[in-house]
Each structure stands twice: as structure tokens, then as C-alpha cells.
């Protein structure tokens, strides 16, 4: 099995353990995107994957490559040219303190890209599946355009698409990012939501639910499946449902629509090492899981708990 993620890889800088940025003298230098996180994911699985984006020819951009080669991750087909990385700055919250993310992605070499970068047709040669996020088109425009001609050259080479919703309202507004999806979606056959990313993007919010106060009715998310899977045509919807506690504590369970049941996962006690990347890396499982040929039920425990382990 053969598949194909499109977006961002940026340099990640993190102070040290739990330091707060005023604290920090030295931050970790790492890489990483959500797209290119689930590469990373089924590639560890022993999937053929590769990644899709544009880095700069310089030491920097080799390095990012550099950085998906040694998880096996195929980097043949990413576009060389530009003159920046993105960079986040992470702070990990710990307890009662919150994770905070500054971005420095503004002129990357992705964000400035052309459609005229990228030979969809020969890239979607042989493979049988693409994934994307909404990050991706959030960069501008102009990506909105080069994620749309990948949607139709996947649908053409008859490959099966995946989305993340992943509303980031500090790249775009939520009118912004629900005229680009609702475009996109079209093409999209499952779809990647959280708790609040559906209510962001599309406006179709669960009852009885406070996100942010950590109340959450997890029934209530058969009616934002249903919703979404009517009003963009997707075969399935998947929904991940985080019960934060704290920063450092939260449950975690994850539901699967297939257009006729409604699968709950078991839900996990989790206690976070880091919470970078886990949707990614459900996304990761929930397309394993799928290309294996689970049933829906096995295919949502399956990527529950492969987030559960990243976290």
C-alpha cells in the first residue's frame, strides 16, 4: 500500500523539559508538521510513504528532508527552492499550565509555493491513498489552489483522500478556512475531526458540551458525524474526544462513523509525556487501519490507541 501526505515540515524549537520560555537558555531543535507526522506514522507501520511539500535547497531544508529519510519516510517527490523553513516555538504546559505555540512560518517555502511545483499526475502513480490537513490550505491562497489540484488528480488516479479538519484560527479566519474546506471536502472521502474543529470550520457543534470547561458528552458527536458526513458527502467521519483535565491529564476516546454505525472506542486515562502530534498520529493509525481492512470498530480502537502511546 502506497500513500501520499501533503503540507508543511517545520523546524520545532522547545525549551527543555517543562522550562517556560523566559526561563529557557537552549531550546531542542526538532522537525515536525502534521502531514508529515503521519508519514512519519505509517511508514513505522511498514507502509510506503511519502511526503510531498517544498524546503529550501540550503543546509536547513536538507536537514528537514534528512530528518523523514531516517524514519523511511520517501522524500523523492519534495519540491527543492525558497529561502525559509517555518519555525514553531513550543512551550509545554504542564498541570494547570497551559502548552503555549508561537509561529514564525510567514514567506516559507511551502507558503510561497505554485501549483506549477508539483506534478500531481505522476506523484499519485501507483499509490492508494493521500492526506492532508487544514493547515495546509490556511498558508494562502495559493495553496488553497495547489491542495485542490491535488484533490482532482487523487479522485482521477482513483485514490482514496483523507482530511484533518485542524482549524488553526492564528493562520486563518474561521469564514476564511470555511470557504476553502467546503471546496476541498467535496473530494474528501474520511474525514478528521476533533471537538471543536467541526463547530470552527463547518459551525455544527455538539449539545450539552464545554470543550474548554471539560465537559463532554460524547453521544452528542453521532449528530456532528451525521452532519458532517450529509453536508459534504464523506463515507466516513471520524471524531477524536479529548476530556481535558489538565495540561497534563487527560482522557481520550475517538468515535467512527461509517454512514451506518456509530463506533465508540474504549476510553484511556492519559497522563502526557508530550501532546505534540497526537491527532497526527490517530490520523496515522485510523489510515493503517483502514488500508488493512479493519472493520470499523477495530479500526477506531486501533487508532485511539496508537494515540494513546504517542501521548
Known amino acids: 500500500m502506497k500513500v501520499v501526505t501533503f503540507g508543511e515540515l517545520m523546524v520545532r524549537l522547545q525549551p527543555f523539559n517543562y522550562e517556560r520560555f523566559v526561563q529557557a537558555n537552549s531550546l531542542e531543535f526538532s522537525f515536525g508538521g502534521g502531514e508529515a507526522n503521519v508519514a512519519v506514522s505509517l511508514a513505522n507501520y511498514g ?13 536547513i531544508g536538507q536537514a528537514a528532508v534528512n530528518s523523514l529519510r531516517r524514519y523511511g519516510v520517501d ?47 505522476k506523484i499519485f502513480e501507483g499509490v492508494d ?52 474546506m467546503t471546496g476541498l471536502c467535496q473530494y474528501v472521502d474520511v474525514c478528521i475531526s476533533n471537538e ?7 459551525g455544527i457543534e455538539a449539545e450539552n458540551t464545554d470543550v474548554t470547561g471539560g465537559k463532554l458528552n460524547k453521544e452528542d458527536y453521532r449528530s456532528v458525524a451525521k452532519q458532517l458526513a450529509d453536508q459534504s458527502g464523506f463515507a466516513k467521519v471520524a ?63 486501533f487508532a485511539v490507541a496508537a494515540s494513546a502511546l504517542k501521548h
Open 196 to 202: 471543536e474543529d467541526a463547530k470552527d470550520v463547518f
Open 129 to 180: 491513498w493521500f492526506h492532508f490537513t487544514g493547515i495546509t490550505p490556511a498558508l494562502g491562497e495559493n495553496v488553497v489552489e495547489i491542495c485542490r489540484e491535488a484533490c482532482k488528480a487523487a479522485k482521477a488516479h482513483g485514490v482514496k483522500i483523507s482530511c484533518d479538519l485542524n482549524y488553526r484560527g492564528k493562520l486563518w479566519t474561521r469564514e476564511q478556512a470555511r470557504a476553502a
Open 75 to 121: 522524500t523523492s517527490k519534495i519540491t527543492r527552492g525558497g529561502d525559509r523553513v517555518g519555525i514553531y516555538f513550543n512551550e509545554k504546559g504542564a498541570s494547570q499550565r497551559g502548552s503555549v505555540c508561537i509561529y514564525d512560518r510567514a514567506n516559507s517555502a511551502i507558503q510561497l509555493a505554485q501549483p506549477s511545483d508539483f506534478d500531481w499526475d
Open 47 to 59: 507502509l510506503d510513504a511519502a511526503f510531498v511539500t517544498k524546503l529550501p535547497a540550503h543546509a
Open 239 to 301: 471524531i477524536t474526544l479529548r476530556t481535558s483535565i489538565s495540561a497534563s491529564d487527560n482522557d481520550w476516546a475517538g468515535m467512527l462513523y461509517d454512514g451506518e454505525r456509530y463506533c465508540f472506542s474504549k476510553e484511556y486515562h492519559l497522563h502526557i509525556v508530550d501532546r505534540v502530534g497526537g491527532g497526527d498520529s490517530f490520523g496515522g493509525g485510523l489510515i493503517y487501519a483502514l488500508l488493512s481492512g479493519k472493520d470499523t470498530q477495530a479500526a477506531i480502537e
